[in-house]
């Protein structure tokens, strides 16, 4: 049994937003194609409170895309963003949100900061998607949205961590890509042993 993994689709990671991945809004109409044509759709919200650890804002000194060291490794530092009930927070107004089975949100815990759908940045601290999936019998996991160098590289390497299928539609994700972090990321999902695949293969059958 497959799911399509919507991963971030909010405001605040589209043109216009406080961490505007370049193209983000072109993503909502492949990725709503996508929906109309999976019997199980799970949706990821990036969910900060105020004053959030991975935000710049909360270092003295530190500015976006400086890196400090937390007790679990290195951390990116971000703009504020995704703010719990702001309007950046909230899914793009125009994706098909009503048929999601789930939403899972993340980043809520004020330390810790978490890209993936699975496990915050601590590699320890589960969101529950996992036993999710496994009650549900969910084997297989089609991933979009943003951005593919954070969100959905961590969502898909560790889904492929915990045993699942998990393939990525290219043309249903955009990457923040700073430091060459698109290409590291592609490498790591392959490595992991993620497929690659459009939004046409997926919705013809073509493919998973
Ligand atoms: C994300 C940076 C910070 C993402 C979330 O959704 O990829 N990136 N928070
Ligand atoms: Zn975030």
């Known amino acids: 049994m497959r799911a399509l993994l919507v991963i971030d689709v909010q405001n605040d990671f589209c043109p216009g937003g406080a961490l505007a991945v370049p193209g983000g809004d072109l993503v909502v109409p492949v990725i709503n194609r996508l929906v109309s044509s999976f019997d199980h759709v799970i949706l990821t919200q990036d969910w900060h409170p105020e004053g959030h650890q991975s935000f710049a804002s909360s270092h003295e000194g530190k500015k976006p895309m400086d890196t400090v060291e937390m007790p679990y490794g290195e951390q990116v530092l971000w703009p504020d963003h995704c703010v719990q009930g702001s309007v950046g927070a909230a899914f793009h107004p125009d994706l098909l949100t009503e048929t999601a089975e789930l939403i899972i949100r993340k980043g809520f815990r004020p330390e810790i900061d978490s890209y993936s759908a699975f496990y915050e940045n601590d590699q320890e601290t589960s969101t529950g998607l996992r036993g999710y999936l496994r009650d549900r019998g969910i084997t297989s996991l089609v991933l979009a949205g943003l951005a593919e160098d954070f969100c959905v590289h961590w969502s898909a390497v560790d889904g492929r961590k915990e045993g699942f299928d998990v393939a990525v539609v290219e043309d249903a994700t955009r ?14 999902m392959a490595e992991a042993g993620v497929t690659f695949v459009s939004a046409a293969e997926v919705v013809s059958g073509a493919s998973v």
Not at 177 to 183: I, N
């Open 175 to 188: 990457a923040i890509d700073s430091d060459g972090s698109k290409a590291a990321a592609r490498d790591r």
